[in-house]
């Protein structure tokens, strides 16, 4: 079976960190980027950021540019999300998702079309 299993979610005081993972089974992620998406309550899903798979380039929403970093291990057939300086308004459900992106990329890297699969989400609520 084809998927991403995502973990590391958590409650966490403002000002804190957390790191998921996202780990793919069934398929390996070295020719995929990784994008990270996030749903808050009330509001539709949009895009946090990106990883490529041939170069590693990243991209990050303005909103969470200089607290967030994505990485991979391809060795161990997972990508990261380090959350740092987590505030309230970061509170949602993360999902991370792979797109086949050897050897020309996506159109959009931060468009939900781009990506074939998706992990199950994970819950992230940043309260004191």
């Known amino acids: 079976q084809l998927q991403l299993v995502e973990s590391g979610g958590g409650l966490v005081q403002p000002g804190g960190s957390l790191r998921l993972s996202c780990a793919a089974s069934?398929?390996?992620?070295?020719?995929?980027?990784i994008g990270w998406f996030r749903q808050a309550p009330g509001k539709e899903r949009a895009g946090v950021g990106y990883?490529?798979?041939?170069?590693?380039?990243?991209d990050y929403a303005y909103s969470v540019k200089g607290r967030f970093t994505f990485s991979r291990d391809n060795a161990k057939n997972t990508a990261y999300l380090q959350m740092n300086s987590l505030k309230p308004e970061d509170t949602a459900v993360y999902y991370c998702?792979?797109?086949?992106?050897?050897?020309?990329?996506?159109?959009?890297?931060?468009?939900?079309?781009?990506?074939?699969?998706w992990g199950q989400g994970t819950q992230v609520t940043v309260s004191s």
């Open positions: 998702a792979a797109g086949f992106d050897f050897p020309h990329g996506l159109g959009d890297y931060f468009g939900e079309d781009e990506y074939d699969y």
């Open positions: 069934g398929f390996t992620l070295e020719h995929y980027a």
């Open positions: 990883i490529t798979s041939t170069d590693g380039r990243t």
